[in-house]
């Protein structure tokens, strides 16, 4: 073989090779990718289905129900004009409160409740993810323009 030759077929698989580790970093970032909706866009259909995402919003109060096994928890996520609701077999953070900010991981289920994997409470009086912030926001505008 020809030093052109070599020269030719190592660029070639040196292209080739960095091609499928590109491939492979994207498939595993497309994988762990996870998006935030809000109860509304939830409603709206916006979600994925299939697929894991976060739900954002306030603990609705009176919604908290602890069942007999005491690990399973079921409550509601409002954006102040949707209401979404959530069930969690886990440990509550300590900051877990009706009327207080959540953000909750898992799944939505094909009756309209959200299987949480992991919830997270905020941890500032002041203080909202800004996304869940805009949304609480956005969807208070929205009941305030439908009267």
């Known amino acids: 073989m020809k030093p052109r030759h070599k020269r030719a077929a190592i660029i070639v698989g040196a292209v080739a090779a960095l091609g499928i580790g590109a491939g492979l970093v994207l ?26 995402f976060r739900i954002g919003g306030l603990v609705q109060p009176g919604s908290l129900k602890r069942e007999a096994d005491g690990l399973t928890v079921r409550f509601a996520v409002t954006d102040t004009a ?15 409160r009706e009327g207080k900010g959540v953000v909750a991981q898992g799944r939505l289920g094909p009756d309209g409740m959200f299987r949480a994997e992991e919830v997270l409470a905020k941890h500032d009086e002041n203080y909202m993810p800004p996304e869940a912030a805009h949304a609480v926001e956005q969807a208070q505008k929205a009941m305030k323009a439908a009267k």
Do not use: M, W
């Not at 498939?27 to 894991?52: H, M």
């Not at 949707?82 to 877990?96: A, E, N, Q, R, Y």
């Open 82 to 96: 949707k209401t979404i609701p959530v069930v969690f077999s886990g440990i509550l953070p300590d900051l877990f």
């Open 27 to 52: 498939k595993a970032f497309q994988s762990n990718l996870v998006f935030f909706f809000t109860p509304t866009q939830i409603e709206a259909g916006e979600a994925p289905k299939g697929r894991a």
